[in-house]
């Protein structure tokens, strides 16, 4: 861990983000591969528990989010700052107050989703059966939502020193464990009981809990670099966390909310329409995570060189990282885009849901690549310790992409009106996020 904090304050700089995105990105693309599995089990349950999930997913998304990227960020940021100034007991103060942060949000969650889930999913325009199936599923993932929060720290934790094979082996084999087991209990695998759309929240509360434990120990007993022991509460440490956690709890919360407001819209459109978008939107929420893996080196990386007065060096990370994930999403939006059955052919569908989801990847893929890059230079931005900018941008996103889906409703315009109002939103992601490169945040001064 040592030679890696070496390697960020010294080394090649393009060397240095891919060889510690590389364990980072294989880490974080199980994350995707549990999605691909959940949508997989469920689809074999029908249309209905399939837009069941599509109404549970962007609150799923928004609490990875919050935990893994705003909070996860935000403990980084501080981490990796302290760090790279020396201050070794702030490093400290700030890994415990981050773990108190995490245990209040998640109960925020389970508060919310565990006594008013009718309410929300209402909202969403669930209804019937539709709205039952995910009240159900609701009520157990966010039951165990202190182990998602508790794991992301954690793992925030360890990147900011360097670590990230660490969290990256646990991710993995982590995963795995979760798919087998909503495999097993959602279609009754080995003879046992199918328990049909909940088994896929009760895998993900049991394998985040196991993972949880692992590193809570891995960090307290085999590391040697951050110590986990109670401290007093200290607002300093609070505010430093929350100054770049804060902006990255309103980012997610407009990443999500576009989501949440483009799945509302398309329920107008009926149940077949609202599974196929579910089944193609997936992919641009799993660019997140799969960013996540470039853009989590980056806070740790620009945080430690920022702690260590090394601004122009971390400006330089910044475009490297963006430019790295703008090229591979990129791959990934043309490959979907041209060949739609890629993805969609791993889904049981009827022709109705593979036509909508046909003409959301042909609409939105091509601009994946500006979403990727513009997420990947907010994950610096938090190792700056500046996001109010972004966050800017984040909520621009937002408005323009919810103006559209209003007048697409109250109009009737066409579905295709509304998928043309994601991509816009992904341009705004891109070019704004680029734009905030070039403010007074990132101003060297001589």
């Not at 528990?49 to 909070?71: R, Y």
């Not at 937002?398 to 066409?414: G, R, T």
Request: charged fraction near 10%; hydrophobic fraction near 55%.
């Amino acid at each position: 861990m040592k030679n890696n904090l070496d390697m960020i304050l010294n080394g090649s700089i393009f060397k240095m983000v891919c060889n510690l995105s590389l364990p980072n990105f294989i880490g974080v693309f199980s994350m995707p591969l549990v999605i691909i599995a959940d949508a997989y089990f469920i689809s074999q349950l029908g249309n209905i528990p399939l837009a069941s999930l599509a109404l549970v997913f962007p609150f799923i998304s928004l609490m990875q989010m919050m935990s893994a990227g705003a909070i996860g960020g935000g403990t980084t940021s501080s981490v990796s700052r302290y760090l790279g100034s020396g201050s070794i007991s702030k490093a400290n103060s700030a890994v415990w107050h981050a773990i108190i942060i995490g245990i209040i949000l998640s109960l925020i969650y389970t508060i919310i989703f565990c006594v008013f889930p009718k309410d929300v999913f209402q909202l969403m325009g669930g209804n019937d059966l539709v709205l039952q199936g995910a009240i159900a599923y609701s009520q157990i993932a966010f039951g165990g939502s202190i182990f998602i929060w508790l794991l992301f720290i954690l793992s925030a934790m360890l990147r900011a020193v360097g670590d990230v094979v660490t969290p990256a082996r646990v991710q993995v084999i982590g995963c795995i464990f979760q798919i087998f087991l909503a495999g097993t209990l959602t279609l009754g695998w080995f003879n046992f009981p199918s328990l049909g759309i909940i088994g896929p929240a009760i895998a993900m509360v049991v394998s985040h809990f196991v993972m949880t434990l692992y590193l809570y120990f891995y960090i307290k007993f085999k590391q040697s670099i951050i110590t986990i022991f109670p401290h007093r509460i200290n607002i300093i440490s609070i505010l430093d966390i929350m100054k770049v956690g804060g902006g990255g709890l309103i980012n997610s919360i407009t990443i999500a909310g576009t989501v949440a407001v483009v799945t509302a819209a398309v329920t107008y459109h009926g149940i077949e329409v609202l599974a196929g978008y579910g089944l193609a939107s997936r992919l641009e929420i799993i660019i997140t995570p799969l960013v996540f893996g470039i853009g989590s080196v980056l806070t740790a990386s620009v945080g430690i060189n920022v702690g260590a007065n090394q601004l122009i060096r971390a400006k330089k990370i910044a475009w490297t990282g963006a430019s790295i994930s703008f090229f591979i999403i990129g791959i990934l939006g043309f490959v979907v885009t041209f060949y739609p059955e890629v993805w969609l052919n791993n889904f049981k569908t009827n022709f109705l849901i593979e036509e909508a989801a046909i003409l959301y990847l042909v609409i939105v893929a091509p601009f994946y690549c500006f979403f990727a890059a513009g997420q990947t230079l907010y994950f610096a931005s938090q190792g700056r310790g500046k996001v109010l900018f972004p966050v800017i941008v984040g909520i621009l996103r937002f408005f323009s992409v919810s103006i559209i889906c209003y007048f697409a409703i109250n109009l009737d315009w066409s579905l295709n009106t509304i998928f043309y109002g994601v991509s816009f939103g992904l341009i705004i992601t891109g070019l704004g996020l680029s734009l905030c490169m070039f403010s007074s945040d990132w101003k060297i001064i001589d």
